[in-house]
């Protein structure tokens, strides 16, 4: 891929929210250059051996105003997820999946919602 092919891709997935990041949603923080999304920019934030169990509040804390790349076309924080997440507690990094999922299946973060 060249130059201007890349700089076009890239340019499909500037975030149209205008808001002022504590980083780029698209750098090595956030969605690595679109390579990660949603869940797997999430993950990242946590360690499984030492972040657990984790307290919500603490975690949003931390990384409540990072961004995070739903899909090509939307950004969100990670308070705006979290603002959907029931649970005030996770035991496991398992656990911490299934709720923030269920949050973002129940926000409509989503565009694909599989049947159960």
Known sequence: MGPAANHSRMAEMEDPSGRDW?????????????????????SKMTDEA???PLERDEFLEEYGEWPVRINHEKV?????????VDEEEFETKVDF???VGAAMRRANLWEYHPTE
Request: net charge negative; no cysteine; glycine share 12%.
């Open 97 to 99: 999946h299934k709720a």
């Open 22 to 42: 504590v980083h780029d949603p698209d750098g090595e923080h956030g969605s690595e250059g679109g390579r990660n999304y949603d869940m797997a920019v999430l």
């Open 50 to 52: 030492e972040d657990f």
């Open 76 to 84: 969100v924080s990670v308070a705006d997820i979290f603002e959907h």
